[in-house]
């Protein structure tokens, strides 16, 4: 598969400044002309030079481009008897119109490219089938991911060009298709897209170029390269993907980690459960998941959550990796035999942390903003609940942040901290981006021991990692 820089530049400055940037990085550099104002094909494909896509867009399709259609076709005529390796010209541009650049494409390349900005068509192949019909010698099919589903409909797409000997760029477009950029190697696609900087991204979704070759190692994906992931909603924060493809290249694995934004977990699971070998989860998903595994491992009775889950032969066990690492940054810190700790939160991290609290000898209570949530769980494990107006009243050892509160955020505070942080408190905050979170600079403020989210991840993305090596 061929790596693509895309830039749209505006002046030819510009454009030759972009291609500087981009030469020796990327196989090919995608020169969106339609909006350099000072246009000179002769110049820019002027040798020596990289392999360049020409992509003039009309207004009409997305582009800048405001004048006709014969004027459009004479600048991608143009283009070709200048040397470009390839044109792009829309399908929408009509089956005469392409004909007219195929009869003149010698050494030229012509994409037939389809892009739908709204969403998924429900006539994918019939789309695909027509394309084909042109005789492009490349076909490209760029559309709205409205769900991270719809990503398995290019991929199956791409297996079936692969099958017919066509070559096939298929993309999903929009954060839920970011996999699909990513992944384009693994089921044959022709190429993918990446802009030099995430701010000059030229399609919605776009990782940088730097980003698909030092992260995601995408030039050396295969089709035999083993896939994990992240399951939740938001996932952007997440740090997954730095920490688990960095190990993936230290051991020279053939495997990647991406990240799956999943708005229907059912669905997800139903669609990917032989996708991947593993995953880990996140918010909101530790709880609602468990339903869907085939096996789980013994202690996920009494945590009910799940953060790692692994595909063994088509069977999906899930395991629980948070709580040894709850454990493993409490007793760095201090002993927890007899402490006082403040819980805030109900869900699964909440849960983990109650039941790491009790094995180390501690006194929990759950804190919540669902008063039947918070009481359940205090009842089911023996300890007390608070509700959250009582909470600027407590005494405490330790306080624990197992809420979402304070996520990407320079000033929210889960509580009123003047009134409880004391020096000889430890503050523990499930967080991790921030790596330093409101609530923990309060708290170094006020003389506290602190256990960032940063910690908690990676001392458990390392027993994650172990688990996912071992899998491959």
């Not at 400055?13 to 002769?42: M, P, Q, T």
């Not at 739908?116 to 099919?141: C, V, W």
């Not at 999943?262 to 070998?277: C, G, H, K």
């Amino acid at each position: 598969m061929k790596l693509c820089c895309s830039t749209a530049p505006s002046t030819m400055a510009e454009a030759f400044a972009k291609i500087k940037l981009a030469k020796n990085k990327a196989d090919v550099i995608e020169l969106r002309v339609d909006g350099i104002s000072d246009l000179d094909l002769a110049l820019l494909l002027k040798p020596p030079r990289p392999p360049c896509i020409i992509t003039h867009r009309l207004e009409s399709e997305g582009g800048k481009f405001k004048d006709g259609m014969k004027e459009h076709l004479q600048i991608l005529l143009s283009a070709m008897r200048l040397g470009a390796e390839y044109v792009d010209v829309e399908l929408r541009c009509g089956i005469n119109a392409i004909e007219t650049l195929l009869q003149h494409a010698t050494k030229t390349k012509i994409i037939v490219s389809s892009h739908n900005f709204q969403k998924m068509p429900a006539d994918l192949l019939t789309l695909y089938h027509r394309m084909e019909s042109t005789g492009a010698h490349i076909l490209k099919i760029a559309v709205m991911a409205k769900d991270i589903t719809d990503n398995q409909h290019l991929f199956a797409l791409l297996n079936l060009a692969h099958s017919r000997k066509r070559k096939l760029i298929a993309l999903c477009m929009g954060e839920r298709g970011e996999i699909s950029r990513i992944l384009q190697g693994k089921y044959h696609g022709y190429l993918t897209y990446a802009p030099l900087d995430d701010s000059e991204a030229t399609a919605p979704g776009q990782r940088s170029l730097q980003d698909l070759i030092k992260i995601f190692r995408v030039p050396i994906l295969t089709t035999r390269t083993k896939v994990f992931g992240l399951i939740g909603n938001p996932v952007s924060h997440s740090k997954g993907i730095y920490f688990h493809n960095k190990i993936f290249k230290q051991k020279k694995l053939s495997a990647v980690y991406v990240n799956f934004l999943v708005d229907n977990l059912p669905q997800f699971i139903n669609t990917y459960r032989n996708f991947a070998q593993g995953f880990s989860v996140t918010m909101p998903y530790k709880q609602e998941i468990l339903p869907l595994l085939d096996t789980v491992e013994p202690e996920i009775s009494v945590l009910k959550a799940v953060n790692t889950v692994i595909n063994r032969t088509n069977n999906l066990h899930g395991m629980n990796l948070d709580f040894a690492a709850i454990v493993a940054c409490l007793k760095k810190r201090l002993s927890m035999k007899g402490k006082r700790v403040t819980i805030l939160g109900t869900g699964g991290t909440a849960r983990t942390m109650a039941i790491a609290a009790l094995s180390l000898g501690a006194k929990p209570a759950i804190v919540g903003r669902n008063k039947m949530k918070a009481m359940g769980l205090a009842l089911e494990f023996g300890c007390t609940w608070l509700s959250q107006d009582a909470l600027n009243e407590i005494h405490t050892d330790v306080v624990v942040n197992a809420t979402s509160v304070g996520m990407n955020s320079t000033k929210d505070i889960p509580f009123n901290v003047h009134r409880i942080l004391r020096s000889t408190m430890t503050v523990f905050d499930a967080v991790y981006t921030p790596p330093v979170t409101p609530l923990l600079q309060k708290a170094e403020q006020a003389g506290c021991k602190i256990i960032s989210g940063e910690e908690l991840f990676r001392t458990q993305a390392r027993l994650q990692s172990k688990v996912f090596c071992q899998a491959i």
